[in-house]
C-alpha cells in the first residue's frame, strides 16, 4: 500500500476535526485547511500530490496518537478561509491574485485497529528519526519516510 507515493502526517485535535470526522465526511473526503505555518504550508502547496499516503495524527488530547491512514486526492490548492473576513484562519494581508496559504484534499483510507500513542512510538528504536518525535518539532504537515509509515500502519493493526 501507498509504496511509490510520498508519506507524511498531519496533526489535528480531534475536538476540531478528528479522523472519525473525516471518515464520516461524504466519500470519506474533506478539505485540510487552516494551516498558518510557511514551511508547513509549502509542504501542502508544493510537495504534497495526489495518491500520497497521509497519516492522521490526533494532538492536544491524552493519548496523542496516530488514529487513521488517508490520501491525498486533490493537491495544494488556495485556502479560501485566508479570504474569509468571518473566518477565524482569514489573513488580511493574502490576496485572491497571490495567495499565501493554501490546502489539500484528503479522503479517509484505514481506520486503525488501535491508535498508535506518541508514548509508543517514543520508543520504538526504529522512529527515533521520525520528525514527530524530535524536540522542538511542531509542525502540522510534515514527511515520513517510507519505513516509519509501514511500521506504524502495521502497528496499528
Not at 502526517?9 to 485547511?33: C, G, H, I, Q, Y
Amino acid at each position: 500500500m501507498f509504496e511509490s507515493m510520498a508519506h507524511w502526517l498531519v496533526k489535528t485535535e480531534p475536538t476540531v476535526f478528528s479522523f472519525d470526522d473525516l471518515w464520516n465526511a461524504p466519500k470519506r473526503t474533506s478539505t485540510w485547511d487552516g494551516v498558518r505555518n510557511f514551511q508547513a504550508r509549502n509542504f501542502l502547496r508544493d510537495a504534497m500530490k495526489v495518491g500520497d499516503a497521509v497519516l492522521v495524527y490526533h494532538s492536544s488530547v491524552e493519548p496523542m496518537a496516530i488514529a487513521g491512514v488517508a490520501e491525498v486526492v486533490r493537491a495544494g490548492y488556495p485556502d479560501p478561509t485566508q479570504f474569509d473576513r468571518k473566518n477565524h484562519h482569514y489573513d488580511p494581508k493574502a490576496k485572491p491574485e497571490t495567495p499565501t496559504w493554501f490546502q489539500v484534499d484528503l479522503r479517509a483510507v484505514k481506520k486503525l485497529k488501535r491508535p498508535v500513542t506518541l508514548a509508543e512510538m517514543k520508543n520504538v528504536p526504529e522512529l527515533s528519526g521520525m520528525m514527530l518525535l524530535q524536540r522542538g518539532v511542531r509542525l502540522s504537515v510534515q514527511p515520513v519516510s517510507p519505513e516509519h509509515f509501514r511500521w506504524i500502519v502495521a502497528a496499528g493493526f
